[in-house]
């Protein structure tokens, strides 16, 4: 019974997730669940909404879900707890949007060509920001921090 999941699992994230290059996501994160006969593995289909997802007992997990034509997102987790996944949708006006992001050590880190490009930093601003870690840096210096 648990193959035959696996098997689901596979061939759903085969039909349903791109590449590695599209998503930048691989379905090699599979891989080191079939170590564990402990892994919980599940698969479903309902009209056009599919999802799969493995659970290792060492915390790493990988999921996705995809309605076509709608939104859809995959995720994978690592021992360490690194996370790196992607999620699209359409808005109400019909425009797709992509998200790639990971999520650690260095805190959540999103990329898309829909999110807005920050300002460059004026000769002011840019004063006025050395000025305020400066200040900052010696209050934690005074405070012993």
Do not use: W
């Not at 402990?38 to 659970?55: R, V």
């Amino acid at each position: 019974m648990q193959v035959s999941t696996i098997a689901l699992i596979l061939s759903a994230a085969t039909i349903c997730c791109p590449p590695r290059g599209a998503l930048g996501m691989s379905l090699d994160a599979l891989d080191p669940f079939f170590q564990y006969p402990e892994t919980s593995f599940t698969y479903g289909k309902y009209d056009d909404f599919e999802y799969g997802n493995a659970l290792a007992v060492d915390g790493s997990y990988t999921f996705f879900y995809s309605i076509p034509g709608k939104s859809s997102r995959a995720e994978e987790r690592d021992e360490s707890g690194e996370v790196e996944g992607a999620y699209s949708f359409v808005a109400p006006e019909g425009e797709e949007f992509h998200f790639r992001y990971t999520a650690g050590e260095d805190g959540y880190r999103v990329k898309s060509s829909a999110l807005p490009v920050p300002p460059e930093d004026t000769k002011e601003v840019k004063k006025a920001k050395e000025e305020f870690f400066a200040a900052y840096q010696k209050a934690l210096e005074l405070a012993g921090l």
